[in-house]
């Protein structure tokens, strides 16, 4: 884990945690069905995180189940996460996710608009 701040305009990167993924038990996004960029990680520890944003909570988990399943193909616990954006065989995925975010919600509005102009009967 590294933590990031400013100093008079300048950045600064300090590492504060480090664990192996092989300890890594499970991941837990706390609230699948809200923005929210706060999770669990389950070590012999259960250690609280906030990431910089929901997307790159996503991300940060995309990104530590490819390495599993590159590297030590275990039983990693994905909880509390929407499994549409984690998974590659999901229509939505691509290697530009939150673009793709963005245009499914955009197609829910526009569904939504359409109903809405619909003349009741």
Do not use: Q
Not at 16 to 32: N, R, S, T, V, Y
Not at 44 to 49: F, I, P
Not at 72 to 89: C, E, G, P, Q
């Amino acid at each position: 884990m590294v933590k990031h701040f400013r100093v008079d305009r300048e950045e600064k990167y300090e590492i504060a945690e480090k664990w192996f993924l092989k300890d890594l038990e499970m991941i837990d996004g706390k609230e699948a069905d809200t923005d929210n960029p706060y999770f669990d990680m389950h070590f012999h520890k259960v250690y609280s995180m906030e990431a910089y944003s929901c997307a790159s909570k996503y991300t940060f988990a995309r990104t530590l189940n490819k390495l599993n399943e590159m590297y030590l193909k275990k039983d990693l616990k994905i909880v509390n996460f929407d499994s549409t954006y984690l998974n590659d065989d999901s229509i939505w995925s691509s290697n530009n996710r939150d673009c793709l975010v963005l245009m499914r919600i955009c197609f829910y509005a526009s569904n939504l608009l359409c109903l809405s102009l619909c003349p009741l009967s």
